[in-house]
């Protein structure tokens, strides 16, 4: 607290020579002006408490000596002021004041650097995070654009459920992929050498799965097995993964006695199934994959001898139409001239509505052959026209001038091959 000397000290200033020159008026605002100093200064405790009471007293001082003409006044006042901040005590608050000020700023300093570098730290990992994905998107669209192998992570609702190894896939390997996941019974329709029993086992990869195999239930024992003369039971395909999970795939559907099928339809049905020697429940992993050439609407000119599918069974099965896939035969055969033949082949097969397949695995022999260096003449007469006769081989010639290359090699010797009949 300021002492009663200090407040001598301004008392003094009115009783200096001058006192006699002011008028009453101008005496009453000087002495209201000093008890004012004299206030804010015997307040002085909480005038260091934080830098905006500091900042207040500096500002109420100035103000004051700026209001007062008279220099004498002005200076003792400064005087008295000055003798008082230059006290011990004054000193200690003062230097309290600053430490605590500052240690406060350098809280707020550290505070916000923390802050910063959090911020940063944060920031960098969801930038590499986001890096990670754009170089995984890139790596995958240049690994497609290259043909290159490639390893698919397959998520649902960002959960793993599957991972391949390196190698290419069919078009619709992921959603085939995901309705088996999914313990839905799939149905691929879709031409001859199309990859469909390839991507059966492709999936069984990917998901951890044995794969079992059955083609052409042509009667119901090959599904549900039977007892043989010794009395022993003799087990299926079918039979092994309903009874202890894995991926089941039922080829040529379509070419598979209708009775045998209901076996199928029942145990998917009910969850269980009666076999010669005991009742068996369905596996939690069973699954079933099938595969047809038709829509099993029966036989048609190129697909004869194809039965027509039970109601029910269409529609317990999701079916899925499988064509060839141009991205896949150019990742497993690049062979330019091999490719645009063939698919210019297909091409003018279609118009020509000739009964004629084109496949994705023609196309594969054709290339195994190729680098292998048969020649060509024997390449065109093993994997392309086979029991085509010339006059069909015209035709396709006639049509595939309008899309092909004419100095295609494989275009050039089919023009000119005999095929003798």
């Known amino acids: ?77 400064e005087t008295t002021v000055n003798k008082y901040l230059d006290t011990e005590k004054s000193k200690q608050l003062i230097t309290n004041f600053l430490e605590a000020e500052l240690s406060t700023q350098v809280m707020q300093q550290m505070n916000e650097m923390i802050r910063s570098e959090i911020e940063i730290f944060n920031f960098a990992n969801q930038t590499k995070e986001l890096l990670t994905d754009m170089f995984d998107d890139l790596l995958m669209d240049y690994a497609k654009s290259k043909s290159l192998p490639i390893v698919n992570i397959i998520k649902i609702n960002q959960t793993e459920i599957g991972r391949t190894k390196g190698e290419f896939f069919h078009e619709k390997f992921e959603e085939v992929l995901n309705l088996v996941h999914l313990d839905e019974p799939v149905m691929l329709v879709g031409p001859a050498g199309s990859g469909k029993n390839h991507v059966v086992f492709q999936i069984a990869q990917a998901l951890g799965k044995k794969m079992y195999y059955t083609n052409n239930a042509s009667n119901e024992f090959k599904l549900t097995g039977f007892i043989d003369a010794g009395g022993n039971y003799q087990e299926t395909q079918f039979y092994k993964a309903f009874k202890n999970g894995g991926l089941f795939m039922l080829d040529e559907i379509d070419n598979s006695d209708s009775s045998a ?59 899925i139409f499988f064509d060839y896939d141009q991205k896949l035969e150019k990742a497993l055969y690049p062979s330019q001239a091999i490719l645009e033949f063939m698919w210019t082949l297909r091409i003018a097969v279609e118009e020509i509505k000739m009964l004629h397949i084109v496949s994705t695995r023609g196309i594969g022999k054709m290339y195994k052959k190729e680098v292998n260096h048969i020649p060509i003449e024997t390449i065109l007469r093993s994997n392309v026209v086979k029991n085509l006769k010339q006059d069909d081989v015209n ?24 095929i003798g009949r």
């Open 261 to 319: 099928l209901i076996v199928i339809n029942s145990a998917l049905a009910n969850g269980y199934m009666a076999f010669p020697h005991a009742t068996i429940n369905k596996h939690p992993d069973f699954r079933i994959i099938a595969a047809a050439n038709t829509w099993g609407k029966g036989s048609d000119l190129q697909y004869v001898g194809r039965n027509i599918l039970d109601g029910a069974t269409l529609d317990r099965f999701d079916n």
């Open 395 to 418: 035709l396709l010639i006639g049509c595939m001038a309008s899309y092909i290359n004419l100095d295609n090699p494989y275009y050039q010797a089919l023009k000119e091959l005999d």
């Open 1 to 77: 607290m300021y002492n009663q000397g200090n407040n001598n000290d301004l008392a003094i200033v009115l009783k200096t020579k001058q006192e006699s020159r002011y008028t009453m008026n101008e005496k009453k605002e000087l002495i209201k002006n000093i008890e004012h100093v004299e206030e804010e200064i015997n307040h002085q405790e909480l005038l260091f408490s934080d830098l905006n009471s500091a900042k207040n007293l500096l500002d109420g001082l100035n103000e004051i000596l700026h209001k007062i003409s008279n220099e004498v006044l002005k200076k003792n006042i």
